[in-house]
C-alpha cells in the first residue's frame, strides 16, 4: 500500500467499492463528524481518481480536504458535518493514470449525481491541470440540470494543495 493517512480525528467514514472486470473500484465515501449536530450541511468534492483511500485510511487529498472542509474554518464550510468524496473517475488508480472509458466504472455517473443532489455546497477539486474535458463537462452539465448549489472550484488538486487561497469560488455555469 502507498503511503498512509489518516483520517482526521472525530470522523466516521464509510466506503462503496466494487469489483467490476477484474478491476477495483471505489464510487464514494461519505466522511461526517461524529459529534455535530444532524442538522448540518454537506459538502461534496468531485476529484479526478481514488487512491487507496476507505473507512480506514485516507490518502493524502482525502485528509487535506477533510481539513479544508472541516477543520480549517472556512467561512464557506461552517456548518458542514458530512464530506462526500466522488471522482471524475472510479478505477482505483495511483500512477500512470490514462482516463480511460473503463476508468469511470459502470456506475460512477449515477454515484456522481447522487452525491451532488446530496449536497448544498460542491466543490470541483480537480484544479486547473485537469486534462479529462468530456468528464469534465459531465460533471457540470449535472450542476446546469440541478436545484442551485454553492459552488467552489480547488486552485490546484488536493494532493499538491496549500491551505491559502485553495477555495476559490466558481461561476462558469
Not at 449525481?113 to 460542491?122: E, F, G, T, Y
Request: charged share 25%.
Amino acid at each position: 500500500m502507498n503511503k498512509c493517512f489518516k483520517h482526521i480525528d472525530g470522523v466516521k467514514v464509510t466506503a462503496v467499492f466494487a469489483e467490476e472486470g477484474g478491476f477495483r473500484y471505489r464510487y464514494r465515501l461519505d466522511i461526517v463528524l461524529k459529534d455535530a449536530a444532524s442538522n448540518g450541511k454537506t459538502a461534496c468534492v468531485v476529484m479526478q481518481n481514488p487512491s487507496y483511500a476507505g473507512e480506514d485510511f485516507a490518502d493524502k487529498s482525502v485528509q487535506f480536504m477533510e481539513n479544508v472542509v472541516f477543520k480549517k474554518n472556512f467561512a464557506e464550510f461552517e456548518d458542514v458535518i458530512r464530506l462526500i468524496v466522488v471522482n471524475q473517475f472510479a478505477l482505483i488508480k495511483t500512477n500512470d493514470f490514462k482516463g480511460s472509458l473503463l476508468s469511470i466504472g459502470s456506475r460512477n455517473d449515477a454515484f456522481i449525481k447522487d452525491a451532488i443532489l446530496d449536497s448544498d455546497i460542491v466543490i470541483l477539486g480537480w484544479g486547473s491541470s485537469n486534462i479529462f474535458d468530456e468528464r469534465k463537462l459531465f460533471v457540470l452539465n449535472l450542476l446546469k440540470n440541478m436545484p442551485k448549489k454553492s459552488i467552489y472550484m480547488t486552485k490546484m488538486h488536493p494532493s499538491r494543495g496549500q491551505y491559502l487561497n485553495f477555495i476559490q469560488p466558481f461561476n462558469e455555469l
